[in-house]
């Protein structure tokens, strides 16, 4: 409350019917009254001016992060007048795109005063696809690797890529290495064993049972009977099978004989089977010149022999 003086009364204190705290901003008008003791009265404007001309506090902003998405909350700071401050924008708040980006935040506390602020949101994915387990690939003859996958945190699933054959029929031990990137610089690499095993053995065919004749030595000399045989394999082909005989061509043998013939396939696999090779003997002995056995009284002959051509001298029987 103001004063003022008067002749009489001295100093005189204003009174008023007016508000005396304001804060809207704006002038205000305070009309005070003065009156003395003797009925004497005047009154007096006084002008209440509230002018907030104070920026709002402006506020240190964290970068927001993520590998993936982020979102961004919206941000508060103060004002002198209106206190906590919400930011606005007309950025988008969430971001899934690989980089930096920028959300501008203005804070306004309504009087007139505004300051915007930057807020930086980085995606920035450093974690790799997580590493398969691939299983060997085996078979006995070929086999053809299927593509594999992964999963990673950002790409979801990602398909792994090579510059390795995917397909072998070469026995051994094939390694196919598989790259697994998931498109925002973080590359994997995982190897995948493809085994080519055969352990099948082949099926082996032999000719039927020989019948041969003794030449006139009366020996026989075993030819290579591997050509009247026949083969099939799982994973060789007829042409790469080898066979072998036993007991084998340039053998004497007498008699009967079981021959055994062996099939082997391109990396060891065998089976066998056998067939008899008998030999028979077709030159007759040789026709003796007998003489007559004479006697007067009684006569009494004796066991001729011949010749032969494999048993050499042979005695003669007779059923008479």
């Given at each position: ?10 100093v ?56 993936c ?23 988008a ?26 807020q ?11 590493t ?30 090579t ?43 032999c ?37 072998t ?21 391109e ?30 009284c ?23």
């Open positions: 409350a103001p004063t003022t003086t008067d002749n009489c009364d001295g005189i204190t204003g009174t008023t019917t007016d508000a005396t705290t304001y804060t809207a901003q704006g002038t205000h008008v305070i009309t005070w009254t003065f009156t003395d003791a003797n009925g004497n009265s005047i009154t007096a404007n006084q002008n209440v001016i509230i002018d907030d001309t104070t920026d709002p506090a402006t506020p240190a902003l964290a970068d927001v992060t993520g590998e998405t982020a979102t961004a909350v919206a941000p508060t700071t103060t004002d002198n007048c209106a206190g906590t401050l919400t930011g606005t924008t007309t950025d708040l969430t971001y899934t795109a690989q980089g930096t980006h920028v959300i501008t935040w203005t804070f306004n506390d309504g009087n007139g005063n505004a300051i915007t602020v930057n930086n949101v980085i995606i920035d994915d450093i974690t790799d696809p997580a398969p387990a691939l299983a060997d690939i085996t078979a006995e003859c070929t086999a053809a690797a299927a593509v594999p996958t992964t999963t990673d945190a950002c790409a979801g699933t990602v398909t792994g890529t510059s390795d054959a995917t397909t072998y029929s070469t026995q051994g031990t094939h390694v196919i290495t598989w790259t697994f990137n998931d498109g925002n610089g973080n590359v994997i690499t995982v190897n995948q064993n493809v085994i080519i095993t055969d352990t099948t053995d082949p099926v082996v065919t000719p039927g049972n020989v019948t041969e004749n003794f030449d006139i030595a009366c020996q026989f000399t075993l030819p290579d009977y591997t050509g009247g045989a026949s083969a099939s394999d799982n994973c060789t082909s007829v042409a790469n099978i080898t066979f005989q036993s007991p084998t061509a340039g053998t004497v043998i007498t008699g009967n004989t079981v021959i055994t013939i062996t099939a082997e396939d990396v060891g696999n065998t089976d066998t089977c056998t067939f008899n090779v008998t030999v028979n003997d077709t030159t007759n002995p040789a026709t003796p010149v007998l003489a007559d056995v004479t006697g007067q009684t006569g009494t002959a004796v066991a001729p022999t011949t010749t032969d051509n494999c048993d050499g001298v042979i005695t003669g029987t007779t059923t008479d």
